[in-house]
Protein backbone atom coordinates (compact mmCIF):
# COMPACT_ATOMS: atom_id res chain seq x y z
CA UNK A 1 0.00 0.00 0.00
CA UNK A 2 2.99 2.55 1.07
CA UNK A 3 5.00 1.52 -2.05
CA UNK A 4 1.51 2.36 -4.61
CA UNK A 5 1.08 5.52 -2.72
CA UNK A 6 4.72 6.49 -2.77
CA UNK A 7 5.05 5.06 -7.04
CA UNK A 8 1.31 7.53 -7.01
CA UNK A 9 2.87 10.40 -5.70
CA UNK A 10 6.08 10.09 -7.88
CA UNK A 11 3.99 9.76 -10.95
CA UNK A 12 2.47 13.19 -9.81
CA UNK A 13 5.20 14.88 -9.60
CA UNK A 14 6.79 13.71 -12.77
CA UNK A 15 3.96 14.88 -14.37
CA UNK A 16 3.60 17.65 -12.73
CA UNK A 17 7.08 18.93 -13.81
CA UNK A 18 6.63 17.20 -17.65
CA UNK A 19 3.88 19.80 -17.98
CA UNK A 20 5.53 22.38 -16.33
CA UNK A 21 8.56 22.24 -18.96
CA UNK A 22 6.33 21.84 -21.82
CA UNK A 23 4.08 25.06 -21.07
CA UNK A 24 7.19 27.02 -20.65
CA UNK A 25 8.81 25.67 -23.60
CA UNK A 26 5.03 26.60 -24.42
CA UNK A 27 5.08 30.28 -23.65
CA UNK A 28 9.05 30.64 -25.43
CA UNK A 29 7.28 29.81 -28.92
CA UNK A 30 6.75 34.03 -29.52
CA UNK A 31 9.66 35.33 -27.81
CA UNK A 32 11.85 34.35 -30.69
CA UNK A 33 10.39 36.97 -33.33
CA UNK A 34 11.52 40.17 -31.94
CA UNK A 35 8.23 41.04 -30.87
CA UNK A 36 7.65 42.00 -26.74
CA UNK A 37 5.33 40.02 -24.80
CA UNK A 38 4.18 40.44 -21.38
CA UNK A 39 5.25 37.84 -18.30
CA UNK A 40 2.77 35.23 -19.37
CA UNK A 41 0.91 32.46 -15.88
CA UNK A 42 2.70 29.36 -16.57
CA UNK A 43 -0.19 27.94 -17.12
CA UNK A 44 -3.35 30.32 -18.64
CA UNK A 45 -0.66 32.65 -19.86
CA UNK A 46 -2.48 36.03 -20.21
CA UNK A 47 -5.73 34.58 -20.34
CA UNK A 48 -7.20 36.22 -16.83
CA UNK A 49 -6.20 39.52 -18.45
CA UNK A 50 -8.03 39.16 -21.76
CA UNK A 51 -11.03 37.37 -20.54
CA UNK A 52 -14.15 39.62 -20.59
CA UNK A 53 -16.57 39.78 -17.35
CA UNK A 54 -19.67 40.87 -16.77
CA UNK A 55 -20.27 44.78 -15.35
CA UNK A 56 -16.39 45.37 -16.50
CA UNK A 57 -15.63 46.57 -20.07
CA UNK A 58 -12.15 46.02 -21.44
CA UNK A 59 -12.50 47.14 -25.12
CA UNK A 60 -9.96 44.77 -26.63
CA UNK A 61 -7.21 42.66 -25.03
CA UNK A 62 -4.62 45.03 -27.30
CA UNK A 63 -6.51 48.16 -25.37
CA UNK A 64 -5.97 45.98 -21.87
CA UNK A 65 -2.35 44.72 -22.52
CA UNK A 66 -1.39 48.64 -23.99
CA UNK A 67 -2.54 50.23 -20.83
CA UNK A 68 -1.41 47.71 -18.34
CA UNK A 69 1.60 47.43 -19.37
CA UNK A 70 2.76 50.73 -20.24
CA UNK A 71 6.42 50.05 -21.50
CA UNK A 72 5.20 48.55 -24.06
CA UNK A 73 5.33 50.31 -28.01
CA UNK A 74 2.26 52.62 -28.96
CA UNK A 75 -0.80 50.68 -30.56
CA UNK A 76 0.95 50.86 -34.20
CA UNK A 77 3.49 48.49 -33.55
CA UNK A 78 3.12 44.64 -32.18
CA UNK A 79 2.16 43.32 -29.14
CA UNK A 80 2.30 39.39 -28.70
CA UNK A 81 0.49 37.44 -25.94
CA UNK A 82 -1.29 34.19 -25.24
CA UNK A 83 -4.72 33.09 -25.06
CA UNK A 84 -4.28 30.73 -22.52
CA UNK A 85 -2.65 27.67 -24.58
CA UNK A 86 -3.26 29.72 -27.85
CA UNK A 87 0.26 32.17 -29.59
CA UNK A 88 -1.16 35.48 -30.41
CA UNK A 89 0.23 38.18 -31.96
CA UNK A 90 -1.34 41.64 -31.50
CA UNK A 91 -1.33 43.50 -34.96
CA UNK A 92 -2.08 46.89 -35.18
CA UNK A 93 0.26 48.77 -37.68
CA UNK A 94 -2.00 49.31 -40.71
CA UNK A 95 0.35 48.39 -43.28
CA UNK A 96 1.36 45.31 -41.85
CA UNK A 97 -2.61 44.52 -41.39
CA UNK A 98 -3.28 45.28 -45.22
CA UNK A 99 -0.83 42.66 -45.86
CA UNK A 100 -1.79 40.10 -43.42
CA UNK A 101 -5.75 40.62 -44.53
CA UNK A 102 -5.22 41.52 -48.13
CA UNK A 103 -1.91 41.24 -49.70
CA UNK A 104 -0.73 37.97 -47.78
CA UNK A 105 -4.47 36.57 -47.54
CA UNK A 106 -3.70 33.18 -48.73
CA UNK A 107 -0.97 33.07 -45.99
CA UNK A 108 -4.10 33.90 -43.73
CA UNK A 109 -7.10 32.38 -44.85
CA UNK A 110 -7.96 30.29 -41.89
CA UNK A 111 -9.39 31.74 -38.78
CA UNK A 112 -8.06 30.34 -35.64
CA UNK A 113 -10.03 27.17 -34.90
CA UNK A 114 -12.49 29.21 -32.70
CA UNK A 115 -15.82 26.81 -32.25
CA UNK A 116 -14.70 23.00 -32.47
CA UNK A 117 -16.85 20.64 -34.61
CA UNK A 118 -19.04 23.36 -36.21
CA UNK A 119 -19.87 23.02 -39.39
CA UNK A 120 -20.59 26.99 -39.59
CA UNK A 121 -18.77 29.41 -42.69
CA UNK A 122 -17.00 30.84 -39.93
CA UNK A 123 -15.11 27.86 -38.58
CA UNK A 124 -14.11 26.11 -41.77
CA UNK A 125 -10.82 26.36 -43.15
CA UNK A 126 -8.97 25.86 -46.97
CA UNK A 127 -10.41 24.76 -50.03
CA UNK A 128 -13.39 24.02 -48.12
CA UNK A 129 -14.51 26.90 -46.55
CA UNK A 130 -13.95 28.40 -50.16
CA UNK A 131 -16.43 26.52 -51.70
CA UNK A 132 -18.68 26.58 -49.06
CA UNK A 133 -18.60 30.70 -49.23
CA UNK A 134 -18.80 30.56 -53.08
CA UNK A 135 -22.53 28.67 -52.12
CA UNK A 136 -23.40 31.30 -49.57
CA UNK A 137 -22.48 34.30 -51.31
CA UNK A 138 -25.13 34.35 -53.92
CA UNK A 139 -27.71 35.42 -50.90
CA UNK A 140 -26.46 38.98 -50.83
CA UNK A 141 -26.56 39.48 -54.69
CA UNK A 142 -27.87 42.63 -56.07
CA UNK A 143 -30.98 40.97 -57.50
CA UNK A 144 -31.58 38.81 -54.56
CA UNK A 145 -30.79 42.34 -52.12
CA UNK A 146 -34.03 43.66 -54.53
CA UNK A 147 -36.39 40.50 -53.68
CA UNK A 148 -35.75 41.12 -50.04
CA UNK A 149 -36.03 45.29 -50.10
CA UNK A 150 -39.96 44.81 -49.57
CA UNK A 151 -39.85 41.59 -47.05
CA UNK A 152 -37.73 44.15 -44.92
CA UNK A 153 -39.64 47.12 -45.49
CA UNK A 154 -42.90 45.45 -44.14
CA UNK A 155 -40.83 44.25 -40.78
CA UNK A 156 -39.92 47.88 -40.51
CA UNK A 157 -43.06 49.28 -41.08
CA UNK A 158 -44.45 46.92 -37.93
CA UNK A 159 -41.51 48.40 -35.96
CA UNK A 160 -42.93 51.96 -36.94
CA UNK A 161 -45.99 50.73 -35.68
CA UNK A 162 -44.58 50.21 -32.27
CA UNK A 163 -42.76 53.45 -32.04
CA UNK A 164 -45.96 55.41 -32.66
CA UNK A 165 -47.22 53.25 -29.81
CA UNK A 166 -44.21 53.52 -27.65
CA UNK A 167 -44.28 57.76 -28.60
CA UNK A 168 -48.70 57.86 -27.91
CA UNK A 169 -47.56 56.72 -24.07
CA UNK A 170 -44.38 59.00 -23.49
CA UNK A 171 -42.70 55.84 -22.01
CA UNK A 172 -39.09 55.49 -21.70
CA UNK A 173 -37.87 52.26 -22.95
CA UNK A 174 -34.90 50.14 -24.02
CA UNK A 175 -34.46 50.20 -27.54
CA UNK A 176 -31.59 48.05 -27.95
CA UNK A 177 -34.53 45.26 -26.77
CA UNK A 178 -36.87 46.55 -29.39
CA UNK A 179 -34.32 46.65 -31.88
CA UNK A 180 -33.31 43.07 -31.48
CA UNK A 181 -37.16 42.25 -31.66
CA UNK A 182 -36.52 44.08 -35.83
CA UNK A 183 -33.42 42.35 -36.70
CA UNK A 184 -34.36 38.84 -35.81
CA UNK A 185 -37.25 39.11 -37.72
CA UNK A 186 -35.49 40.94 -40.68
CA UNK A 187 -33.44 37.77 -40.88
CA UNK A 188 -36.20 35.86 -40.51
CA UNK A 189 -38.17 37.24 -43.33
CA UNK A 190 -35.28 37.45 -45.28
CA UNK A 191 -33.29 34.37 -44.60
CA UNK A 192 -35.31 31.77 -43.03
CA UNK A 193 -38.71 32.05 -42.75
CA UNK A 194 -39.57 30.62 -39.59
CA UNK A 195 -42.52 33.31 -38.71
CA UNK A 196 -40.72 34.61 -35.46
CA UNK A 197 -42.94 37.67 -35.57
CA UNK A 198 -40.62 39.25 -32.59
CA UNK A 199 -41.61 42.59 -32.81
CA UNK A 200 -45.29 41.77 -31.69
CA UNK A 201 -43.91 38.44 -29.82
CA UNK A 202 -40.43 39.89 -27.79
CA UNK A 203 -40.49 36.81 -25.70
CA UNK A 204 -40.23 34.16 -28.96
CA UNK A 205 -38.39 31.39 -27.64
CA UNK A 206 -35.54 31.31 -30.39
CA UNK A 207 -35.06 34.89 -30.10
CA UNK A 208 -34.94 34.76 -25.90
CA UNK A 209 -32.12 31.12 -26.41
CA UNK A 210 -29.91 33.55 -28.99
CA UNK A 211 -29.83 36.64 -26.28
CA UNK A 212 -29.28 34.03 -23.35
CA UNK A 213 -26.53 32.76 -25.73
CA UNK A 214 -24.56 36.10 -27.02
CA UNK A 215 -25.00 37.49 -22.88
CA UNK A 216 -23.37 34.08 -21.12
CA UNK A 217 -20.04 35.43 -19.65
CA UNK A 218 -17.15 32.54 -20.38
CA UNK A 219 -17.80 29.72 -18.71
CA UNK A 220 -15.27 27.47 -17.05
CA UNK A 221 -15.23 25.12 -20.01
CA UNK A 222 -13.97 27.78 -22.69
CA UNK A 223 -11.67 28.46 -20.10
CA UNK A 224 -10.14 24.83 -20.29
CA UNK A 225 -10.48 25.05 -24.20
CA UNK A 226 -7.96 27.93 -24.10
CA UNK A 227 -6.43 27.20 -21.54
CA UNK A 228 -5.21 23.06 -22.97
CA UNK A 229 -5.91 23.25 -26.76
CA UNK A 230 -5.67 19.44 -27.57
CA UNK A 231 -8.40 19.00 -25.60
CA UNK A 232 -10.60 21.44 -27.46
CA UNK A 233 -12.39 18.77 -29.28
CA UNK A 234 -12.81 16.38 -26.25
CA UNK A 235 -14.08 19.12 -24.00
CA UNK A 236 -16.69 20.73 -26.97
CA UNK A 237 -18.32 16.75 -27.47
CA UNK A 238 -18.34 16.50 -23.86
CA UNK A 239 -20.73 20.31 -23.75
CA UNK A 240 -22.66 19.11 -26.73
CA UNK A 241 -23.76 15.42 -24.96
CA UNK A 242 -24.00 17.29 -21.62
CA UNK A 243 -26.20 19.91 -23.11
CA UNK A 244 -24.19 22.88 -20.66
CA UNK A 245 -24.43 26.50 -20.64
CA UNK A 246 -23.41 27.91 -23.98
CA UNK A 247 -24.44 24.64 -25.67
CA UNK A 248 -28.01 24.34 -23.92
CA UNK A 249 -29.29 27.61 -25.52
CA UNK A 250 -27.75 26.64 -28.88
CA UNK A 251 -29.02 22.98 -28.92
CA UNK A 252 -32.73 24.79 -28.69
CA UNK A 253 -32.34 26.12 -31.87
CA UNK A 254 -30.56 24.61 -33.71
CA UNK A 255 -32.96 21.43 -32.67
CA UNK A 256 -35.63 23.76 -34.27
CA UNK A 257 -33.98 24.45 -37.24
CA UNK A 258 -33.82 21.00 -37.93
CA UNK A 259 -37.33 20.53 -37.82
CA UNK A 260 -38.05 22.91 -40.19
CA UNK A 261 -35.28 21.76 -43.17
CA UNK A 262 -36.83 18.10 -42.55
CA UNK A 263 -40.40 19.69 -43.21
CA UNK A 264 -39.19 21.69 -46.13
CA UNK A 265 -37.53 18.53 -47.34
CA UNK A 266 -41.06 16.68 -46.98
CA UNK A 267 -43.30 18.98 -48.77
CA UNK A 268 -40.57 19.32 -51.62
CA UNK A 269 -42.51 17.86 -54.76
CA UNK A 270 -46.08 18.00 -53.18
CA UNK A 271 -48.61 19.19 -55.52
CA UNK A 272 -49.43 23.14 -54.59
CA UNK A 273 -46.97 23.70 -52.59
CA UNK A 274 -45.05 26.70 -53.69
CA UNK A 275 -41.17 26.25 -53.40
CA UNK A 276 -39.30 29.30 -50.86
CA UNK A 277 -36.90 31.40 -52.32
CA UNK A 278 -35.52 32.15 -48.92
CA UNK A 279 -31.23 31.87 -48.13
CA UNK A 280 -32.64 28.42 -46.23
CA UNK A 281 -33.68 26.98 -49.56
CA UNK A 282 -30.53 27.45 -51.19
CA UNK A 283 -28.60 26.11 -48.27
CA UNK A 284 -31.16 23.06 -49.03
CA UNK A 285 -30.90 23.03 -52.65
CA UNK A 286 -27.21 22.70 -52.24
CA UNK A 287 -26.97 19.88 -50.11
CA UNK A 288 -26.70 16.36 -50.99
CA UNK A 289 -28.95 14.80 -48.61
CA UNK A 290 -27.18 12.06 -47.62
CA UNK A 291 -26.62 11.16 -51.32
CA UNK A 292 -23.45 10.64 -52.70
CA UNK A 293 -22.59 13.30 -55.55
CA UNK A 294 -19.37 14.11 -57.56
CA UNK A 295 -17.85 16.79 -59.25
CA UNK A 296 -19.98 19.58 -57.34
CA UNK A 297 -19.76 20.90 -53.84
CA UNK A 298 -22.66 20.22 -51.87
CA UNK A 299 -23.28 21.12 -48.08
CA UNK A 300 -24.14 18.30 -45.80
CA UNK A 301 -27.37 18.22 -43.42
CA UNK A 302 -25.16 19.40 -40.46
CA UNK A 303 -23.77 22.36 -42.79
CA UNK A 304 -27.29 23.11 -43.79
CA UNK A 305 -28.51 23.83 -40.41
CA UNK A 306 -25.59 25.50 -39.09
CA UNK A 307 -25.26 28.17 -41.54
CA UNK A 308 -29.07 28.51 -41.01
CA UNK A 309 -28.10 29.11 -37.53
CA UNK A 310 -25.28 31.53 -38.68
CA UNK A 311 -27.42 33.33 -40.42
CA UNK A 312 -29.68 34.19 -37.93
CA UNK A 313 -27.05 35.22 -35.26
CA UNK A 314 -25.25 37.22 -37.79
CA UNK A 315 -27.89 39.03 -38.84
CA UNK A 316 -29.58 39.17 -35.19
CA UNK A 317 -26.92 40.81 -32.94
CA UNK A 318 -24.43 42.76 -34.63
CA UNK A 319 -27.18 44.95 -36.80
CA UNK A 320 -29.14 45.46 -33.79
CA UNK A 321 -25.76 46.17 -31.46
CA UNK A 322 -24.98 48.91 -34.28
CA UNK A 323 -28.52 50.44 -34.72
CA UNK A 324 -28.89 51.27 -30.90
CA UNK A 325 -25.58 52.92 -30.62
CA UNK A 326 -26.46 55.09 -33.28
CA UNK A 327 -29.99 55.97 -31.92
CA UNK A 328 -28.34 56.60 -28.69
CA UNK A 329 -25.52 58.55 -30.46
CA UNK A 330 -28.20 60.58 -32.30
CA UNK A 331 -30.45 61.16 -29.18
CA UNK A 332 -27.27 62.87 -27.82
CA UNK A 333 -26.45 64.66 -30.77
CA UNK A 334 -29.50 66.59 -32.05
CA UNK A 335 -27.92 69.05 -34.81
CA UNK A 336 -26.90 65.68 -35.79
CA UNK A 337 -29.94 63.90 -36.28
CA UNK A 338 -31.58 67.25 -38.04
CA UNK A 339 -29.31 67.09 -40.55
CA UNK A 340 -30.00 63.36 -41.20
CA UNK A 341 -33.61 64.28 -41.46
CA UNK A 342 -33.16 66.74 -43.93
CA UNK A 343 -31.04 64.04 -46.16
CA UNK A 344 -33.80 61.51 -45.87
CA UNK A 345 -36.50 64.31 -46.11
CA UNK A 346 -35.12 64.91 -49.17
CA UNK A 347 -34.70 62.23 -51.01
CA UNK A 348 -38.36 60.81 -50.00
CA UNK A 349 -39.48 63.70 -51.55
CA UNK A 350 -37.64 63.51 -54.85
CA UNK A 351 -37.49 59.65 -55.36
CA UNK A 352 -41.40 59.28 -53.31
CA UNK A 353 -40.03 56.81 -51.14
CA UNK A 354 -37.23 55.04 -49.56
CA UNK A 355 -36.31 52.13 -52.36
CA UNK A 356 -32.92 49.76 -52.84
CA UNK A 357 -32.23 52.43 -55.26
CA UNK A 358 -33.03 55.31 -53.74
CA UNK A 359 -31.17 54.09 -50.36
CA UNK A 360 -27.55 54.49 -52.01
CA UNK A 361 -28.00 58.26 -52.02
CA UNK A 362 -28.54 58.26 -48.43
CA UNK A 363 -24.48 59.57 -48.21
CA UNK A 364 -24.86 61.88 -44.59
CA UNK A 365 -27.03 58.57 -43.24
CA UNK A 366 -24.39 55.83 -44.01
CA UNK A 367 -22.18 58.46 -42.59
CA UNK A 368 -23.37 58.87 -39.39
CA UNK A 369 -23.73 54.67 -39.32
CA UNK A 370 -20.11 54.22 -39.99
CA UNK A 371 -18.83 56.42 -37.75
CA UNK A 372 -21.07 55.14 -34.50
CA UNK A 373 -19.78 51.71 -35.33
CA UNK A 374 -16.06 53.49 -35.33
CA UNK A 375 -17.02 54.82 -31.92
CA UNK A 376 -19.15 51.39 -30.57
CA UNK A 377 -17.99 48.42 -33.32
CA UNK A 378 -20.05 45.43 -32.45
CA UNK A 379 -18.03 43.19 -33.32
CA UNK A 380 -14.62 43.80 -31.12
CA UNK A 381 -12.65 40.24 -31.06
CA UNK A 382 -13.53 38.28 -34.31
CA UNK A 383 -11.18 39.84 -37.01
CA UNK A 384 -8.54 36.98 -36.53
CA UNK A 385 -6.44 34.66 -38.94
CA UNK A 386 -4.34 32.28 -38.28
CA UNK A 387 -0.68 31.57 -40.14
CA UNK A 388 -0.35 28.84 -42.25
CA UNK A 389 3.38 29.25 -42.43
CA UNK A 390 6.39 31.37 -40.85
CA UNK A 391 5.69 34.79 -41.75
CA UNK A 392 8.20 37.57 -41.86
CA UNK A 393 8.03 41.31 -42.01
CA UNK A 394 11.00 43.40 -41.30
CA UNK A 395 12.44 42.16 -37.79
CA UNK A 396 9.21 40.17 -37.08
CA UNK A 397 8.28 36.89 -38.07
CA UNK A 398 5.18 35.09 -37.02
CA UNK A 399 5.15 31.54 -36.45
CA UNK A 400 3.70 29.06 -38.73
CA UNK A 401 -0.11 27.83 -36.35
CA UNK A 402 0.06 31.39 -34.41
CA UNK A 403 -3.30 33.76 -34.19
CA UNK A 404 -3.20 37.31 -35.87
CA UNK A 405 -5.59 39.45 -33.86
CA UNK A 406 -6.56 42.54 -35.17
CA UNK A 407 -7.46 45.18 -32.15
CA UNK A 408 -10.71 46.99 -33.81
CA UNK A 409 -11.42 48.71 -30.83
CA UNK A 410 -8.11 50.14 -30.25
CA UNK A 411 -7.30 51.08 -34.51
CA UNK A 412 -11.19 52.98 -34.38
CA UNK A 413 -9.98 54.62 -31.07
CA UNK A 414 -6.27 55.82 -32.04
CA UNK A 415 -6.26 59.24 -31.90
CA UNK A 416 -3.73 59.35 -34.56
CA UNK A 417 -5.91 58.19 -37.22
CA UNK A 418 -8.98 59.65 -35.77
CA UNK A 419 -8.45 63.22 -34.59
CA UNK A 420 -10.64 63.79 -30.94
CA UNK A 421 -11.78 60.00 -31.45
CA UNK A 422 -14.14 60.63 -28.38
CA UNK A 423 -16.10 62.92 -30.46
CA UNK A 424 -18.97 62.27 -32.93
CA UNK A 425 -18.27 63.75 -35.99
CA UNK A 426 -20.06 61.69 -39.12
CA UNK A 427 -18.11 64.02 -41.61
CA UNK A 428 -15.44 61.62 -41.22
CA UNK A 429 -16.69 59.15 -43.40
CA UNK A 430 -17.97 61.42 -46.21
CA UNK A 431 -16.29 60.84 -49.43
CA UNK A 432 -13.93 63.32 -49.09
CA UNK A 433 -12.65 62.32 -45.96
CA UNK A 434 -12.83 58.83 -46.05
CA UNK A 435 -10.48 58.72 -49.43
CA UNK A 436 -7.73 60.61 -47.86
CA UNK A 437 -7.66 57.68 -44.83
CA UNK A 438 -5.48 54.48 -44.91
CA UNK A 439 -8.03 51.66 -45.52
CA UNK A 440 -7.21 49.37 -42.62
CA UNK A 441 -8.88 52.19 -40.86
CA UNK A 442 -12.43 51.42 -40.73
CA UNK A 443 -12.56 47.45 -39.55
CA UNK A 444 -16.29 47.07 -38.44
CA UNK A 445 -16.95 44.34 -40.90
CA UNK A 446 -13.55 42.96 -41.12
CA UNK A 447 -11.85 43.36 -45.07
CA UNK A 448 -10.39 41.03 -47.18
CA UNK A 449 -11.87 37.29 -48.69
CA UNK A 450 -13.28 36.49 -44.91
CA UNK A 451 -14.60 39.89 -44.77
CA UNK A 452 -18.64 39.70 -43.49
CA UNK A 453 -20.15 38.43 -45.81
CA UNK A 454 -23.30 40.34 -45.03
CA UNK A 455 -22.17 44.00 -45.32
CA UNK A 456 -24.79 45.45 -48.17
CA UNK A 457 -27.37 43.52 -45.92
CA UNK A 458 -26.60 44.95 -42.79
CA UNK A 459 -26.12 48.48 -44.56
CA UNK A 460 -29.10 48.37 -46.23
CA UNK A 461 -31.43 47.16 -43.17
CA UNK A 462 -29.37 50.46 -40.88
CA UNK A 463 -30.36 52.77 -43.36
CA UNK A 464 -33.88 52.15 -44.44
CA UNK A 465 -34.62 51.64 -40.42
CA UNK A 466 -32.74 54.78 -40.08
CA UNK A 467 -34.67 56.53 -42.64
CA UNK A 468 -38.16 55.49 -41.91
CA UNK A 469 -38.23 56.18 -38.35
CA UNK A 470 -36.30 60.02 -38.69
CA UNK A 471 -39.31 60.53 -40.67
CA UNK A 472 -41.61 60.32 -38.01
CA UNK A 473 -40.15 60.36 -34.68
CA UNK A 474 -37.10 62.36 -33.03
CA UNK A 475 -34.61 60.05 -30.37
CA UNK A 476 -34.76 62.23 -27.49
CA UNK A 477 -32.82 60.96 -24.36
CA UNK A 478 -34.79 60.38 -20.94
CA UNK A 479 -33.42 60.21 -17.00
CA UNK A 480 -32.31 56.63 -17.52
CA UNK A 481 -29.79 57.75 -20.61
CA UNK A 482 -26.51 56.68 -19.31
CA UNK A 483 -23.86 58.93 -20.66
CA UNK A 484 -21.30 57.42 -21.02
CA UNK A 485 -22.65 54.19 -22.23
CA UNK A 486 -21.65 51.23 -20.14
CA UNK A 487 -20.69 48.30 -22.47
CA UNK A 488 -19.71 44.52 -21.92
CA UNK A 489 -18.01 42.49 -24.39
CA UNK A 490 -18.74 38.83 -24.16
CA UNK A 491 -16.53 36.97 -26.16
CA UNK A 492 -16.30 38.43 -29.52
CA UNK A 493 -19.07 41.15 -29.57
CA UNK A 494 -19.46 44.40 -27.06
CA UNK A 495 -23.19 45.23 -26.07
CA UNK A 496 -24.85 47.74 -24.34
CA UNK A 497 -24.81 46.58 -20.55
CA UNK A 498 -27.67 47.74 -19.26
CA UNK A 499 -29.52 48.75 -22.28
CA UNK A 500 -29.50 51.76 -24.53
CA UNK A 501 -33.11 54.00 -23.13
CA UNK A 502 -34.68 56.65 -24.45
CA UNK A 503 -37.78 58.42 -25.49
CA UNK A 504 -39.59 59.07 -28.75
CA UNK A 505 -41.05 62.13 -29.98
CA UNK A 506 -43.43 62.49 -32.77
CA UNK A 507 -42.74 64.80 -35.36
CA UNK A 508 -45.05 67.92 -36.80
CA UNK A 509 -46.93 66.66 -40.18
Request: contains cysteine; charged residues 20%; aromatic residues 8%.
Amino acid sequence: MIVTLVLFNAVVVLLSVFILWRRRKHFQMLEQGGIPTPDAHWLTGHLDHVTYSPGKFTSTSCHFLVYNYPNFPPLSCRVRYYNGGFPRVLVADLDMLRDILVKDAHNFVNRPVVISQSKMLIALRDQHWKDVRKIMSPVFSTAKMKKMMPLMSGCVEVLLQKCHQLAASGQEFDIYVTLQCLTMDVIDRCAITLGLQCINNPENEVLENFRRLFNRPPSLVTRLMHTFPSLLTLLSTAMRFAGAGLHRHKNAIVDHLRRVVKERREQQGHAGVEKSIDALQMLIDASCDGKQTSGKTTLSEQEVVDNAFLFLAAGFETTSNALSYIAHLLALHPGVQEQLFQEVTRVVQAEGGLTYETLAQLVYTEAVAMEAMRMYPPVTGFVLRETARPWTRGAYTFPAKSEVEVPVWSIHNDPLIYPDPHLFKPERFLPEEKKNRHPMAFLAFGTGPRNCLGIRFAMMEIKLTLGTIIQNFRFKTCSRTKVPLPLVTRGALTHPQDGVWLTLEPRAR
